[in-house]
Nanobody, 126 residues
Framework: QVRLVESGGGSVQAGGSLRLSCVVSGYTYKFTCVSWFRQAPGKEREGVASIYTDGSPTYYADSVKGRFTISQDMARNTLYLQMNSLKPEDTAIYYC???????????????????WGQGTQVTVSS
């Protein structure tokens, strides 16, 4: 059974940093891509960042470019999202997700990801 478990969320003041982690277990093959999504209250879930195993460029949403960094440690089966210079508008539940699809889009699409974590809350105060 594939499991994705996020951690690292919390409350921070604007300008601060957090690092989210997502430990993946139960899958012995290579995902097509691994991503972070977020959902703010009253808003739709949006793709934040993705890593593609076929060598395609790493994706970042315009709203987080230059502030967030996605990375993965294959030895630890862990996906990370380093978030710096946090803003109140970054407040959301953050989800890690993985796709086993043959092909995926150049930006993270919710329905293309078939495995999801439970989410971790990030709250940024002004």
């Amino acid at each position: 059974q594939v499991r994705l478990v996020e951690s690292g969320g919390g409350s921070v003041q604007a300008g601060g940093s957090l690092r989210l982690s997502c430990v993946v277990s139960g899958y012995t093959y290579k995902f097509t891509c691994v991503s972070w999504f977020r959902q703010a209250p009253g808003k739709e879930r949006e793709g934040v960042a993705s890593i593609y195993t076929d060598g395609s460029p790493t994706y970042y949403a315009d709203s987080v470019k230059g502030r967030f960094t996605i990375s993965q440690d294959m030895a630890r089966n862990t996906l990370y999202l380093q978030m710096n210079s946090l803003k109140p508008e970054d407040t959301a539940i953050y989800y890690c997700a993985a796709s086993t699809g043959i092909e995926v889009s150049a930006r993270p699409i919710e329905y293309e990801h078939n495995y999801w974590g439970q989410g971790t809350q990030v709250t940024v105060s002004s």
